[in-house]
Nanobody, 124 residues
Framework: QVHVVQSGGGLVQAGGSLRLSCAAS????????MGWFRQEPGKVREFVAAISRSGGTTYYANSVKGRFTISRDNAKNTVYLQMNSLKPEDTAVYYCAANDRGPLISSPVEYGYWGQGTQVTVSS
C-alpha cells in the first residue's frame, strides 16, 4: 500500500512558474514509475509527465514538453513537477500517481495509487 500526498499548486500569472511536490509513503517507492496527470472540468484526465523508477528516463506530453520538468528523489520518496512558462490552458487539477500495474505510462488505468489532487490556475 502506497499513500500519496501532494503539495504545491495555486494561482499564477501566465508565464510564471510553480512547483508541485508528491510525497509517497512505503518502502517500495523506488519500484514504481511515477506520473503526473491533470484534469480540467468536464474533460478526461490526461497524461502530463512520468519518470522511471531510477529517475533516468522521463516522458512528457507534447503540450508541456520544454516547459515542465519531472524529477524524483528516491531517498526522500518524493516526486516533483517543475512548471515553467505556464499558460492559461495549463489550468487544471493536477494528480500525482504511482504506476503499479503495467508499462502504459501515459494511461491513468496503469496507476493504482493517487494523490488527492491540487489546483493549478493560470491567469491570462
Amino acid at each position: 500500500q502506497v499513500h500519496v500526498v501532494q503539495s504545491g499548486g495555486g494561482l499564477v500569472q501566465a508565464g510564471g512558474s510553480l512547483r508541485l511536490s508528491c510525497a509517497a509513503s512505503g518502502r517500495t517507492f523506488n519500484s514504481y514509475t511515477m506520473g503526473w496527470f491533470r484534469q480540467e472540468p468536464g474533460k478526461v484526465r490526461e497524461f502530463v509527465a512520468a519518470i522511471s523508477r531510477s529517475g533516468g528516463t522521463t516522458y512528457y506530453a507534447n503540450s508541456v514538453k520544454g516547459r515542465f520538468t519531472i524529477s524524483r528523489d528516491n531517498a526522500k520518496n518524493t516526486v516533483y513537477l517543475q512548471m515553467n512558462s505556464l499558460k492559461p490552458e495549463d489550468t487544471a487539477v493536477y494528480y500525482c500517481a504511482a504506476n503499479d500495474r503495467g508499462p502504459l505510462i501515459s494511461s491513468p488505468v496503469e496507476y493504482g495509487y493517487w494523490g488527492q489532487g491540487t489546483q493549478v490556475t493560470v491567469s491570462s
